[in-house]
């Protein structure tokens, strides 16, 4: 059951993982005042399709890694929560068209969502890892962090910036597809910002490439390229199922083992070009 090859995988998360974000018609938001501050529109609808995107994870292994031309000759872009451009454009290049970020950060004082002009570019993304359950009254009154108190300062500040919600549903989709593809108990904790980000431009784009989640010969316990903390928990997961994440990613690479060990580059295709 669990020895898929990579083009079943595709196919499994191609049908079994919906890319939906939280619109003002969906309940409890539809009867909020504020549920108007949502798109109205899924965010497959307003964006893309892109030809090329690149995935941008955070880890040390990009530092030195010269990749910066690379990622920014992509259509477009997506980083994470708070990985920056500034000072380190040779190695993670400039351009960024979406940043996923979780609640955690939202909420966090040290990271001034609020008036940080990091997080000003391009078009916002956030999730919210609370426990399983893709109701999403259950899931309104358990958030793991105050994502909606969050979004709606947020909004209030940025009115016009693109801004969407990932629908907690898309999360445990995917945390199963990555279950149901090993063959032991994993954590039932939600898949990293990396794969979710992954899964959201592979239904974008027509081709993904994704930098340094693989890790290359650069490898390290340096857990952020823009950061000096080390930890090997950062690359091979400890709250997520990284290493599992990571194992299904390297199951459905079309790239080659030389890519992923010389620039740490994976190749994926975007769900509309391939068949099931
Ligand atoms: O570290 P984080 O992730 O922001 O990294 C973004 C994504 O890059 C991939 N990554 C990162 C470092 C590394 N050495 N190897 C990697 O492969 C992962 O796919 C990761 O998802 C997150 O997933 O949202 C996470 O967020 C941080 C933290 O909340 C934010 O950076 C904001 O400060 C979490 N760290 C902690 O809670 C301490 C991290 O566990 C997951």
Not at 141 to 160: A, E, S
Request: with cysteine; hydrophobic share 35%; aromatic share 12%.
């Amino acid at each position: 059951r669990y020895k898929l090859s990579g083009p079943e995988i595709l196919c499994e998360i191609k049908e079994k993982v919906q890319v939906t974000t939280l619109t003002p018609d969906m309940e409890p938001f539809s009867g909020f005042p504020w549920g108007s501050q949502l798109p109205p529109r899924q965010i497959t609808s307003d964006v893309g399709p892109f030809k090329t995107c690149a995935v941008v994870s955070s880890a040390g292994s990009l530092k030195n890694s010269g990749l910066g031309k690379e990622i920014d000759s992509h259509d477009a872009v997506i980083r994470f929560n708070a990985a920056p451009t500034a000072g380190f454009e040779t190695d993670v290049g400039s351009k960024t068209t979406v940043r996923l970020i979780n609640s955690q950060l939202m909420a966090s004082e040290d990271h001034h969502f609020l008036s940080s002009s990091l997080y000003s570019a391009g078009i916002l993304v956030s999730w919210d890892p609370s426990p399983y359950s893709s109701d999403l009254w259950e899931w309104f009154n358990k958030t793991d962090y105050p994502i909606f108190k969050q979004y709606q300062r947020y909004r209030r500040l940025h009115p016009q910036q693109p801004f969407y919600i990932v629908h907690p549903r898309m999360e445990w989709q995917l945390w199963q597809r990555i279950q149901d593809n090993m063959g032991e108990a994993i954590q039932k904790n939600p898949p990293s910002s990396g794969l979710l980000g992954t899964v959201l431009m592979m239904s974008l784009c027509e081709v993904v490439h994704v930098y340094e989640f693989l890790p290359s010969r650069r490898k390290t316990e340096l857990c952020h390229y823009y950061q000096r903390f080390s930890d090997a928990a950062c690359t091979l997961g400890a709250y997520h199922p990284l290493l599992y994440e990571k194992n299904l990613v390297k199951r459905m690479n079309q790239g080659s083992d030389r890519d992923i060990y010389t620039l740490g580059r994976v190749t994926l295709p975007g769900f509309a070009t391939f068949n099931c």
